[in-house]
């Protein structure tokens, strides 16, 4: 198989350029070509795009293990965005069936959104017939546009939409600085109607369920359930070893835990860490942490603590128990305090 790369560079820094592929998956290159005339993106006045390259498939260089039958999945850096992480920070999936395959989120660049992309190529020519994003968060969504390019629908959250519009370039300055040149070619992908409360997806004798669940982790979350193997993507509805990052509800987040073991999994695959956990216990040490975020910020109100000080006090001794810890909790409390000195 063959597939279309090319030159984008910064016109304000004409030295600066990246290579980036555009998703054609033909059996020759004038085939390719054609194919890369139809998707080819606007990539906006900001990039100059160089000419069309044929080139054999390349590799992908994640490594994406078989979880289940037909279960992919790819463990992302449990690390903030670095410009040598090109944004593989989230956990990644894909599932195939007979007919398609479904992939579960895209990293958090369209550098990462073309290695998953040419990791499904290295498993199945079949057809990538849908993205499903678990929520809105930018390492989860910026390498969309890659697979939306190869034929995807996008499926997500009935929020995610608003969400992603409203944060567009709030997330894209924020990862362009911390990514630097890596991102380049990277951009929010548009989103349509969404999931109301549930959806079916159907791969051709593979069913995966969708659920669309209240304002927890964030204000879009969306868990996967394939049918056949009885695993359950949990998005960031569930951290492991990852710091957990609350951007919704801790109240909200504690009732979605309770209600996400129906039907009973067989295995999940959270956000971070993992990839894979046994259910109920993967999700044990997050549900304590949301736990004493919220008792503990309780505690920081009901005692007319200001802000600041509950941020230096509330949910400390969870300190040593997750990485990234000083960079979210600070974040968390500030979230729950703002949720709960309202209650």
């Known amino acids: 198989m063959f597939e279309i790369v090319l030159s984008l560079c910064l016109v304000a820094s004409p030295e600066t350029c990246e290579t980036r592929l555009l998703p054609v998956g033909a059996a020759d290159c004038a085939q390719a070509l054609a194919r890369a005339e139809e998707i080819a993106p606007e990539w906006g006045d900001a990039l100059r795009s160089g000419p069309f390259d044929c080139v054999s498939q390349p590799d992908s260089g994640l490594v994406f293990d078989e979880i289940a039958p037909g279960v992919h999945v790819h463990r992302g850096q449990v690390n903030d965005v670095t410009p040598d992480n090109l944004g593989d920070v989230a ?43 678990t929520h809105m968060h930018p390492d989860h969504v910026m390498g969309a546009a890659v ?37 380049i070619g990277s951009r929010v992908p548009e989103v349509g109607e969404g999931i109301g409360e549930r959806a079916e997806v159907d791969l051709g004798g593979r069913v995966l369920d969708l659920v669309a669940w209240e304002t927890a982790h964030s204000e879009s979350d969306v868990t996967v359930f394939d049918r056949q193997t009885g695993t359950l993507f949990t998005g960031d509805l569930v951290f492991d070893e990852h710091s957990p990052a609350l951007d919704g509800s801790v109240l909200g987040w504690l009732r979605v835990l309770e209600a996400l073991g129906t039907p009973a999994p067989v295995r999940i695959v959270p956000g971070h860490g993992g990839p894979v956990l046994e ?58 305090f703002t949720e709960l000195e309202w209650e």
């Open 147 to 183: 697979l939306v390019e190869a034929g995807a629908q996008t499926l997500g959250h009935r929020k995610l939409g608003q969400a992603l519009a409203a944060r567009a370039e709030t997330y894209e300055t924020s990862f362009a600085r911390l990514m630097g040149a890596g991102f």
């Open 91 to 133: 956990n990644i999936g894909f599932i195939v069936g007979d007919e398609s395959v479904a992939v579960i989120d895209a990293g958090g660049s369209r550098a990462v959104g073309e290695a998953v992309y040419l990791a499904v190529r290295e498993v199945t020519d079949k057809p990538i017939s849908h993205l499903i994003l």
């Open 279 to 336: 259910w109920p216990e993967g999700a044990v040490d997050l549900r304590r942490y949301l736990e004493v975020l919220r008792d503990e910020t309780r505690a920081a109100v009901s005692q007319g603590l200001r802000l600041g000080a509950a941020i230096e006090t509330v949910g400390q001794g969870e300190a040593a128990r997750w990485a990234l810890f000083d960079l979210f909790h600070p974040r968390n409390v500030t979230a729950a």
